[in-house]
């Protein structure tokens, strides 16, 4: 077994954290920003003093390949994302880059024998903080691979013109212009020129830490679906309008979170997780009661019929009415399908864990990830690393260092059990 | 008695529903606007046409003067504003100062002989709708004779530097350099030079509609109280933390408010009204559980007892754990004891509402005026016309010409018999 070096990736871990440093132990590092285009430099800096030849395709994903001892053989990638939510954390995205590079150096400094090329990605954009959606640039790669009802959201020209949700006007397409990272179409990832891929990831939640195990086995990416919850009541002036006549949204909106939480947990639905993320109240002054009040609703799980049974407790809402007489309309969002990691990949991942002595377990994501599109092109599969109280996109995210070199050692271990094939 | 006309009154109703038409029935005239501007253009007009005399102080306040019999006498003032919310209606404030209007047209074409001045008032700003905060100008005015817990949010140059919700960088000082209207700081409402003050307006409420009365005697503005209610939970990722390790501060809010509603109502306490019209929610992402949730909670009436009996329920959230061990902190934002209109000029308008015949009742004000202020410098009343629904502060705001014509009416003969004191 090859073991990855915890100096090394300190180094990086100290190294990146720079870029976007936000005063508070984590990171603000939007997709293409001065910040962003540091921590690519970096990337392509360490990634040619190993050797590996740098690429850079049409939307700015870039590819560090090592060359394999076959020139026939596709290669197997290992890929992430260097961009962070705002006030994010030193983990999300940048641990499967860091990790993917960490593998490089150690085959390159070991030199490990492998016949195929081993390329690490960095792909653009995956969090969609400033330009939406998340996922973009992968999305736009695996475009002709992907399902329709996908796929629809990924088009070409819409991405080029998301805008800018700090500075309306500026687009994803200009600012990609400007970045000098618009490189080849030819350069994509493609099922003629890439094998397998492997992605590793914070766990972004308190499972692993829980049980004690350092490693996740992914094996899915839960399905889920999106709703939102809107209620319709009726402004009037809060110093003069009697309170039975009133009709009252965001006591409409209070009184259906109740409802929501107390009937589904009723379901007794093992490892369901559901969310009211996002809310928008209308007009939202202190002198006025809520005509409208609108929340999301988001829940995952493995199984669609579980996933069912709560979808018909949410649009029970809409049959109800509530707050003395409000309204409520219940609409679909989007949904998406469990997406299942490839079985011998899968297995990979857990015999090098089991042969490194990396304490680990199978686990669901909860969470999307580029991967997710990438397993539609070619087989895919990703490795979890323990995350301290389970938190991410916020400051306080951490993962030690031991953690992140034993799911380097156990993406590095995979990657060379896959290379046989 | 004497009458004012209805079919002037029908004819002002539509000239001034025309300076900031929304497009729905409503307007939107923010103050100083160039809609602003040209209703107080308009208004100049139709004074200046009747031989009153403009003035204007210099927080842009415009005052219409007719002399009356007495030169030594001091003036009556009618006085409201033309100013809106966003998307506010037709009545709302502007009603007032047309009511005004519509007595010294009334006195001017029937020539009815008078002693004191009557001066009609534009305030300017009362909305505070893109220069907080409201009642801005009448507070700058009354300024040494308010409370000091009041006055401390009225500071002159406070006031000056506020900035535009729409336009930061821009202060109300500036725009009102820049519209013209920075007159004279002599010609301020002051006790030495005027006597007694009247302000009609619409209900907001729906009690005169109901009760099948055309005209408010209102007695007092309710006192009230407003806090701010807040959640804090634990932001994590919608798709990987588990539900019972959760802390949901939008689900805390939620429950709390519904305690609320519960608590409150079984007090059973008669036309208390309360409201919880603005929220705050972050990070507001539908993938992340809330970490904190704000909502505002504003209750008036007219006994200080009730209302403490309501603070209690109020202040015990803060006690309490909400939505799975969110913690919940009570912050007072202000409050305002019960304001009484002056019992002799109360008089006077039911008096008057009675020899003209006009169904009228008793009420209180739920809503802040202009003249709340004034009523700490001189003997202050209110005259309340009915509004269709209870609405206001919104486009189908209505009252009938009938209704607007017999508040003025009323006006007109409550400030003749003022006239004789």
């Known amino acids: 077994m090859y073991q990855c070096s915890e100096a090394r990736m300190a180094d990086k871990i100290q190294t990146f954290s720079a870029f976007g440093d936000a005063g508070h132990g984590g990171i603000t590092r939007y997709s293409l920003s001065p910040e962003a285009l540091m921590a690519r430099k970096e990337f392509q800096r360490r990634m ?14 870039m590819y560090a390949t090592l060359p394999g001892s076959d020139p026939e053989a596709k290669r197997i990638v290992m890929a992430s994302h260097v961009d962070s939510v705002k006030n994010g954390g ?3 995205g940048i641990l499967g880059v860091m990790s993917a590079m960490e593998v490089l150096e150690s085959v390159h400094e070991q030199n490990i024998p492998h016949k195929h090329p081993l390329t690490a990605i960095i792909w653009t954009n995956e969090e969609g903080s400033l330009y939406p959606p998340a996922m973009m640039c ?179 809402c809409g049959e109800k009415t509530w707050g003395n007489g409000c309204t409520c309309t219940v609409e679909k969002a989007w949904n998406r399908d469990t997406v299942y990691w490839d079985k011998k990949l899968v297995g990979y991942v857990k015999q090098a864990a089991e042969e490194l002595g990396v304490s680990h377990q199978y ?27 389970g938190l991410s996109h916020c400051e306080p995210e951490f993962s030690s260092v031991k953690h992140c070199t034993e799911g380097a050692s156990v993406m590095l271990n995979a990657v060379l059990k896959a290379d046989e094939d």
Request: include cysteine; glycine fraction near 8%.
């Open 138 to 316: 992968s999305g736009i790669v695996c475009y002709d691979y992907l399902p329709e009802d996908i796929r629809c959201k990924f088009r070409y020209e819409d991405m080029m013109a998301s805008q800018s949700i700090l500075n309306p006007g500026q687009t994803f397409g200009q600012a990609l212009a400007a970045s000098g990272y618009q490189g080849d179409r030819a350069c994509r990832l493609s099922p003629e020129k890439y094998l397998y891929m492997f992605e590793t990831h914070i766990e972004q939640g308190p499972i692993l830490e829980d049980a004690g195990n350092d490693i996740g086995v992914v094996d899915c990416v839960l399905g889920m679906f999106n709703y939102r919850l809107k209620f319709y009541g009726q402004t009037v002036h809060a110093g003069t309008f009697p309170m039975p006549k009133r009709r009252d949204a965001f006591l409409a909106a209070a009184e259906a979170l109740c409802y929501l939480h107390r009937e589904i947990d009723a379901l007794n639905i093992p490892e369901l997780v559901y969310t009211t993320g996002e809310v928008v109240c209308h007009p939202c002054v202190h002198t006025c009661v809520p005509d409208f009040f609108d929340f999301s609703f988001d829940a995952r799980h493995e199984d669609p019929a579980q996933l069912n049974r709560v979808l018909e407790v949410v649009k029970s």
């Open 363 to 389: 686990i669901h994501s909860g969470a999307g990830h580029d991967a997710q599109f990438c397993s539609y092109v070619i087989p895919t599969t990703m490795i979890f690393v323990q995350s301290k109280d």
């Open 48 to 61: 040619e003093a190993i050797g590996a030849v740098i690429e850079v395709d049409d939307v700015g994903d």
């Open 90 to 92: 030193n983990y999300d």
